[in-house]
């Protein structure tokens, strides 16, 4: 049986902004804008999964040149540096720090996986019976960035009965 997710979208996007601070943008220069649009583009994407008293998946999706400047700043290299290695490691670990943000909000029991980067278009980066329930979408030096939570239908189900 599965809760509720005690995680709401201000928890979320006060989560992304903790890591966009600590990680991404440390001198305030280059901030993550909000642009409020679910269905933006995407072209890399890392998520983790959460399993035991909620089942979903967090998401991080981007452009590929998002991607390549979120690495350049996470490992302080520059632009023309970064490596495919490089971009795969970095979106998986911001998937990672968010999803162990989520996964502590969340009652014990909870486990956390080992990250998913996905380099390839979005058409290949679905979650078959998921329902998304919350996101924070915009842009970031003039390229969509989103962090979406993905609930498990399944649950839901399991719930009525």
Known sequence: MSIEVEVDESDLAEMVEQVWESYLDPEGVSPLIPTYDENQPSEVHSSVSITGSWTGHVVYASSRAAAQRAAAA?????????????????????????????????????????????????????????????????????????????????????EGA
């Open 74 to 158: 996470f490992l302080a290299m520059d632009l023309d540096e970064v490596s495919e290695d490089d971009m795969s490691d970095t979106l998986g670990e911001l998937a990672n720090i968010v999803g162990g943000n989520v996964k502590a909000m969340l009652p014990p029991g909870s486990q956390l996986s080992l990250p998913q980067v996905n380099l390839t278009p979005e058409s290949s980066a679905r979650f078959p019976n998921t329902q998304r329930i919350g996101g924070v979408y915009g842009v970031w030096e003039g390229e969509p960035v989103s962090i979406s939570m993905w609930q498990s239908r399944i649950d839901n189900k399991e």
